[in-house]
């Protein structure tokens, strides 16, 4: 399997899994990281919201990893990425638990992944044009 397949795959499925426990199992990570719910409820039924929406995104790259290359960029690198720094600055600066530097983790380990894939695999050959005359 192309690599930026299988990184869209894994991606997707981990975004659509977070979402869905955002939305449907709010109670079973309220005790798992022993957090207080959050309040107003709106905030993480949007997050869930989003993070699937993401997840149903990474279909581009899964179904046309060449397509897709930019989705890859933007939610690999950038999202991914900027979410794990955003993670450890939290701990860091607003004491939030330790058990969150587990985002930090897997969101950092998915963007440098993702990162690796994207400067290592090239774009198709069969998807360009060739040379006018």
Do not use: C
């Amino acid at each position: 399997m192309n690599r930026l397949r299988l990184i869209a795959a894994v991606s997707g499925i981990y975004d659509a899994l977070v979402g869905a426990v955002m939305l449907l199992g709010r109670p079973l990570l309220v005790r798992l990281f022993d957090v207080p719910a959050p309040q107003p409820p709106i905030h993480a039924d949007l997050n869930g919201i989003f993070l699937i929406a993401v997840a149903a995104g990474y279909l581009i790259p899964f179904r046309d990893p060449d397509r897709g290359r930019g989705y890859l960029w933007v939610m690999g690198p950038l999202l991914k990425g900027g979410g794990a720094l955003a993670f450890v600055l939290d701990y860091v600066v607003r004491h939030s638990p330790r058990s969150f530097l587990l985002f930090a983790a897997s969101d950092g380990t998915l963007a440098l992944i993702t990162l690796w894939a994207l400067l290592t695999v090239g774009a198709s050959t069969s998807t360009t044009e060739s040379p006018r005359p």
